[in-house]
């Protein structure tokens, strides 16, 4: 009989008694007074009952109890303890076990601003300090953003990817800085001076802000996307692409100009979905032909949208991305993609009639439909 596989871990279960241990041996290497069997203690008490972030703010609770009540001192001794600096950005979340020590500095690092900052920035090149600076974004903005953006020269793609990072005014799991939300203002010198960044692992960050952004100030994200464009080259491109996705993918004509996509002229199109009955698990093969009468050739994005049928049978859209194609003047170009209509742990099916629709640089040109059998 085969070995049965390992019960994956849940997430919830990183922070467990082994972290426990881990944390209290990392902490009492820097200090010898660290009580480690207290905080071994305090740290997974009921630690059954808690969730995630639950979990990671008992730790830092603990941490807190067992250092000294002079918050600038325990800085010093949690800084101490923190392991190498990771030399990349291939390795980030190998140093999830400092999560609590970045919830140590937000619970209490907000009236010893210069240490907290010296904690943060040596924590980010180990795990990352983005949850950790929110309360200082928040509640200290102008000296917070005036030392970020100091740091966007920095030596380390940790420390400059997270000035960016942090600052994301809806960064998931973070709590919304509802300023930002409001008005994004103090963060483009940041992402202006970051634009340009030699690692890929920074301008990720940048585009993931830039999408931050839009969803609350299109028109604005939309400027500087135009204006990072215009002024730079492949990698800005990427940028723009990246942190206008959202809006790309759900064809707002601005957006989809500012990487070089414009609406189709006099183009007509076809779309074709086969078989026209299909059971969950099959797949429908979609065929499109686009056709020109205009006398250039046209740079044009192609994607679809499956309006699926919901629980309560009204159906909901949902965009994929298909291609892009170079449509010649007066010409005709064919297109097919294999859709699968498999169910996911994300999308429920449910029988009844599909339609499809194809979007051409934002505009729908054709659609289809097919059945899901029963």
């Not at 059954?48 to 109890?65: I, K, N, T, Y």
């Not at 409001?182 to 340009?196: G, V």
Request: with cysteine.
């Amino acid at each position: 009989m085969a070995d049965a596989k390992p019960k994956k871990k849940a997430f919830k279960d990183w922070f467990d008694r082994d972290a426990a241990r881990a944390m209290s041996a990392q902490v009492h290497g820097a200090w010898s007074g660290f009580d480690r069997k207290a905080f071994e203690r305090r740290a997974t008490k009921g630690l059954s009952e808690l969730e995630f972030s639950a979990r990671v703010q008992q730790f830092s609770d603990a941490l807190a109890a067992g250092l000294p009540e002079d918050v600038p001192g325990a800085l010093g001794i949690l800084t101490d303890s923190l392991p190498s600096r990771l030399p990349d950005a291939e390795a980030v979340t190998d140093g999830w076990l400092q999560w609590p020590i970045g919830q140590f500095i937000a619970d209490h690092g907000l009236p010893h601003f210069d240490a907290s900052m010296h904690a943060m920035i040596e924590l980010t090149q180990r795990f990352s300090s983005e949850f950790a600076v929110r309360p200082f974004v928040a509640e200290r903005p102008e000296e917070t953003f005036a030392r970020l953006r100091s740091l966007t020269t920095h030596d380390s793609l940790h420390v400059r990817r997270w000035c960016s990072e942090g600052v994301r005014p809806r960064l998931p799991w973070g709590k919304v800085l509802s300023a930002l939300v409001e008005d994004p203002s103090p963060i483009w010198p940041i992402l202006d001076a970051l634009q340009h960044d030699s690692a890929l692992y920074v301008r990720r960050s940048v585009a993931n802000t830039l999408g931050d952004i839009a969803k609350d100030h299109l028109g604005a994200a939309v400027r500087w996307a135009k204006a990072c464009v215009k002024a730079g080259g492949e990698d800005q491109l990427w940028i723009a692409k990246h942190g206008l996705r959202g809006p790309i993918k759900a064809g707002d004509k601005a957006a989809l100009a500012v990487i070089g996509y414009h609406p189709p002229k006099k183009v007509s199109a076809t779309l074709k979905a086969s078989p026209k009955a299909v059971k969950v698990g099959d797949f429908v093969e979609l065929t499109a032909t686009l056709s020109s009468s205009h006398g250039r050739t046209q740079s044009l994005l192609v994607d679809y949208v499956v309006h699926y049928v919901r629980k309560a049978k009204a159906s909901g859209g949902k965009t994929f991305k298909w291609t892009s194609v170079e449509l010649p003047a007066r010409g005709q170009t064919e297109l097919s993609k294999r859709h699968s209509m498999k169910a996911t742990s994300i999308r429920a099916l449910y029988p009844g009639e599909h339609r499809v629709e194809l979007l051409v640089s934002g505009e729908v040109l054709a659609q289809t439909v097919f059945t899901l059998k029963g």
